[in-house]
């Protein structure tokens, strides 16, 4: 099993910053990488896969980077709707999520 | 449009069984795979398993193999997970999901809208 370790476990922001989530795999995993975004209450949306890949809808001020082992979310002038839990999953047969990481 | 929606909220008691159900709209049921997470309170995301409606071929994560039965329905368009002998761990929202594409690599879209199960 890949393990996905985030960082940083939370982080504050301000609306209009620029925000960069890390996601490390314990092992490579090419470009099979998803992030997803949860609010409280609510189920995880799909923002980006294949790292770099994004969801239909999703707006353009998210985007993602990395291949192999390393990858980043980052977000553009955020916006208060941004404000969430982010999670990375690697999509090989037995797929694993980090431990999130909380925008605030 | 695409959706799953999940059966409402249970509480059960310690070492009762569960089935929660999971139907889907908007697409071909049978041909993608539908998988099941679950969320402890505070916690983060598990994958717990993954069926293929078309032929009921179902894949575990080692961590729950042997607690948990994914089923499917394809002629009404519905996913299970039964859970048994239930215990206080097993409270967590449980939420549905399908792979995006009918491609081997599981990233998930779209999501149930979770169902909490309290067991006390």
């Known amino acids: 099993d890949y393990q996905m370790t985030q960082s940083p476990s939370s982080v504050s922001a301000s609306v209009g910053d620029r925000v960069t989530i890390s996601c490390r795999a314990s092992?490579?995993?090419?470009?099979?990488l998803a992030w997803y975004q949860q609010k409280p209450g609510k189920a995880p949306k799909l923002l980006i896969y294949?790292?770099?890949v994004l969801q239909s809808g999703v707006p353009s001020r998210f985007s993602g980077s990395g291949f192999g082992t390393d990858f980043t979310l980052t977000i553009n002038s955020l916006q208060p709707e941004d404000f969430a839990t982010y999670y990375c999953?690697?999509?090989?047969?037995?797929?694993?999520f980090g431990q999130g990481t909380r925008l605030e | 449009e695409v959706q799953l929606v999940q059966s409402g909220t249970v509480m059960k008691k310690p070492g009762e069984s569960l089935k929660i159900s999971c139907e889907g709209s908007g697409y071909d049921f049978g041909t993608f795979w539908i998988g099941w997470v679950r969320q402890m309170p505070g916690k983060g995301l598990e994958w717990m398993g993954i069926i293929y409606p078309g032929d009921s071929h179902s894949r575990y994560n080692p961590s729950f193999q042997g607690q948990v039965t994914i089923s499917a329905d394809k002629s009404i368009n519905t996913a299970y997970l039964q859970l048994s002998s239930l215990k206080a761990s097993d409270t967590a929202v449980y939420y549905c999901?399908?792979?995006?594409?009918?491609?081997?690599?599981?990233?998930?879209?779209?999501w149930g809208q979770g169902t909490l199960v309290t067991v006390s």
């Open positions: 294949a790292a770099s």
């Open positions: 092992g490579g995993i090419s470009s099979f």
């Open positions: 999953q690697q999509a090989n047969t037995f797929p694993t």
């Open positions: 999901v399908r792979r995006l594409q009918r491609s081997a690599l599981n990233w998930f879209d779209p």
